[in-house]
């Protein structure tokens, strides 16, 4: 029963779908040369969008050559899995080629997220970091002040989030990866990764009340 309602609903979203979505849910989902072929083309799709991803952040990373070249066929090749994965969630309410990009950007993402925690010295999000106390409202006075605040922050999401929030913080905040591709990695909808970053919100604005960066009315209105 649950087999024939899987088959139904792929079925519906193949008739809801747009051509060429409904093109590329039938060859991926079929067999033989023709479903090798729409494999290939999706790879170099998201091969391209991975390398585009990667380039873009290149300028705040201490990688260059064949270790960017080797991230963007990485997180390319794991797309790829995880699309052909999940086809069946696919509900048509984007272009097939749009809502396979997002797996793209989150397979660059989480790789470049991971390089980060490995070794946090490398400026990852360097620039972000320093912006971070404009991002949350919080305005320090003098330079001294900021730095010791961006390095409050820095030990809060160590040591305040769970492993999940700090995966959620790193990926919207310093990463600027969109809250709802987030939501398709992590299986979840765009309304938990909101309540997931207000809780998050307020871990980080705690930690500063009680290292004495923000007084307790200043984090209430903020």
């Given at each position: ?116 925690w490995r070794d946090p010295g490398v400026p990852l999000e ?44 790193v990926t919207i905040v310093l990463q600027g990866v969109p809250?709802?591709a987030v939501a398709v990695e992590l299986g979840t909808n ?33």
């Amino acid at each position: 029963m649950a087999a024939d309602h899987g088959l139904g609903q792929h079925q519906a979203t193949l008739a809801s779908a747009d051509a060429e979505s409904a093109e590329w849910l039938r060859t991926l989902g079929g067999a033989g040369a023709e479903r090798e072929a729409a494999v290939e083309r999706l790879h170099a799709i998201l091969l391209r969008v991975a390398g585009n991803e990667v380039r873009r952040r290149a300028p705040r990373l201490r990688l260059s050559g064949p270790e960017l070249d080797d991230m963007a066929h990485q997180a390319a090749a794991d797309a790829l899995l995880a699309v052909i994965a999940k086809l069946g969630q696919f509900r048509g309410e984007s272009r097939f080629t749009t809502w396979a990009y997002k797996f793209a950007v989150l397979e660059v993402s989480a790789k470049l997220g991971r390089h980060f925690w490995r070794d946090p010295g490398v400026p990852l999000e360097g620039e972000d970091w320093e912006r971070l106390p404009d991002r949350f409202e919080f305005d320090p006075a003098e330079r001294s002040e900021r730095r010791a605040l961006v390095d409050a922050l820095r030990r809060a999401v160590d040591e305040e989030l769970t492993e999940r929030q700090r995966h959620i913080f790193v990926t919207i905040v310093l990463q600027g990866v969109p809250s709802d591709a987030v939501a398709v990695e992590l299986g979840t909808n765009r309304n938990a990764i909101y309540k997931a970053m207000f809780d998050v919100r307020r871990k980080l604005r705690a930690a500063l009340v009680a290292q004495g960066f923000l007084d307790i009315g200043t984090a209430r209105r903020s």
